[in-house]
């Protein structure tokens, strides 16, 4: 797994306790990584920049010291870091008191109108950079049906497990949201004509340029936007536009910082903006009637 800059970000899993094994076991085979002992300290490991620690059917992502080294070196050579709290851990929970506060946030309602969410018009939306699920899940919570693709297998894993957790959980608001959610672990470009046809919104969210400079940023996706960063995904990002354009939707939605050049310098028809984030909104034909 590459980082920011292309270096080797090196992975494994750990199970916090012994009933966490089983899971842990299968994602190991599954993504082709490594397991560290169960009594592993993630603020003492030594031999992998990040762990991918199982607990209780909860997966999250946990930066240990060593990466920590490394992202110190490259930002001022021969200098050691501090001490301190490690970032992290990043999970995926959308039965999460975050994501009930989420929904009630501003920001949905300039996410629903880009979409063009209005009244029983519930548009179907294809989230083509997933991420953590986070947008997908308030457009689901709105009543649309969202196929959720991301490329980054370990991320998808998260994913994966995040939805089976939540229609397993007993939650009845967060598991009738997720029965709108549908998973497609792979690059959004090899969708089939025949998936693409239920589409009538394609969602991006390319996470560049990253301008956001908040502690919680900074210490809560630090280890996301790494994994995210590598394999050339600034790349795909200025690729995703122009497929997307070609496809048969009613519209293309771009979520981009407020302040942000438009994504491969092409203007959108229109765009909705917050004080933060601004969404732009390349409109092809019509969207469905309400």
């Not at 076991?25 to 992998?48: M, S």
């Not at 998260?158 to 959980?169: H, I, K, N």
């Not at 790494?226 to 600034?234: N, V």
Request: overall charge positive; glycine content about 10%; proline content about 8%.
């Amino acid at each position: 797994m590459s980082g920011s800059r292309g270096e080797k970000i090196s992975l494994a899993l750990l199970a916090v306790s012994a009933a966490d094994v089983p899971l842990a076991a299968g994602l190991a085979r599954e993504l082709d990584l490594p397991i560290v002992p169960v009594d592993t300290d993630p603020a003492a490991c030594e031999a992998y920049d990040v762990l991918l620690v199982v607990a209780g059917g909860v997966v999250a992502l946990q930066q240990t010291p060593r990466l920590g080294r490394s992202a110190a070196a490259r930002k001022k050579p021969g200098r050691r870091p501090t001490a301190g709290v490690l970032p992290g851990p990043v999970a995926v929970d959308f039965g999460s008191e975050a994501m009930r506060h989420r929904r009630r946030s501003g920001h949905n309602e300039l996410l629903g109108r880009a979409v063009g969410v209005q009244g029983r018009r519930q548009p179907r939306v294809l989230d083509a950079t997933a991420g953590l699920g986070r947008d997908s899940f308030v457009l689901a919570d709105m009543g649309c049906a969202v196929t959720l693709c991301e490329r980054n297998p370990v991320i998808a894993a998260m994913l994966a497990r995040a939805l089976q957790a939540t229609l397993s959980g007993g939650d009845d608001w967060s598991g009738a949201v997720v029965r709108r959610m549908s998973l497609v672990a792979g690059d959004a470009r090899g969708l089939s004509p025949h998936q693409l046809a239920a589409i009538d919104v394609i969602y991006l969210d390319p996470m560049f340029p990253r301008r956001d400079k908040s502690a919680a940023v900074k210490k809560e996706m630090a280890l996301f936007q790494a994994l995210l960063a590598g394999a050339g995904s600034e790349q795909v990002a200025d690729e995703l536009l122009p497929w997307a354009l070609a496809q048969d939707v009613a519209r293309v939605v771009i979520k981009r910082p407020s302040r942000a050049p438009f994504l491969g310098g092409r203007p959108p028809s229109h765009s909705v903006a917050g004080k933060a984030v601004r969404f732009d909104v390349h409109v092809r034909r019509p969207l469905p009637p309400a």
